[in-house]
C-alpha cells in the first residue's frame, strides 16, 4: 500500500526551527520525485521544497529559500524538510507529496509559529 505518514510539526516561536519527516510505505524514495507543500488558512497549496531523484538538484521556494531544506534518507524510507528561522507566515498545514507514475499525499502536519 502506497503511503505517505508525517509528523514533526508543532507550535514555535519566531526563529525556532522543527523538522518535519515524511514516512513512505509502498515505494522508495529513491525513485520518485518528492515534495513538501504547504497550506495556510484562506490560501492556495504551495510548494515549499522539490526533491528530485538527484539530491544536490533540490529546489526551494523563493519565500523559504535559504532557511528551509529538504533532505531524505534512503535507509529509512524517508523524507525530510528541515526549517530554521521560522517566521509567522510560515503557519501552515505541511503535506508530502510524491508524485511521478502515480500522485500520492500525506495526512499532513500543523505547523504555527507565534510572533
Known amino acids: 500500500q502506497i503511503q505517505l505518514v508525517e509528523s514533526g510539526g508543532g507550535l514555535v516561536h519566531t526563529g525556532g526551527s522543527l523538522r518535519l519527516s515524511c514516512l513512505v510505505r509502498g515505494f522508495s524514495v529513491t525513485n520518485v520525485f518528492m515534495s513538501w507543500y504547504r497550506q495556510a488558512p484562506g490560501k492556495q497549496r504551495e510548494r515549499v521544497a522539490r526533491?528530485?531523484?538527484?539530491?544536490?538538484?533540490?529546489t526551494v521556494a523563493d519565500s523559504v529559500k535559504g532557511r528551509f531544506t529538504i533532505s531524505r534518507d534512503a535507509a529509512k524510507n524517508e523524507v525530510y524538510l528541515q526549517m530554521n528561522n521560522l517566521e509567522p507566515e510560515d503557519t501552515a498545514v505541511y503535506y508530502c507529496y510524491g508524485g511521478g507514475s502515480f500522485d500520492v499525499w500525506g495526512q499532513g502536519t500543523q505547523v504555527t509559529v507565534l510572533a
Open positions: 526533491l528530485p531523484l538527484i539530491e544536490s538538484q533540490a
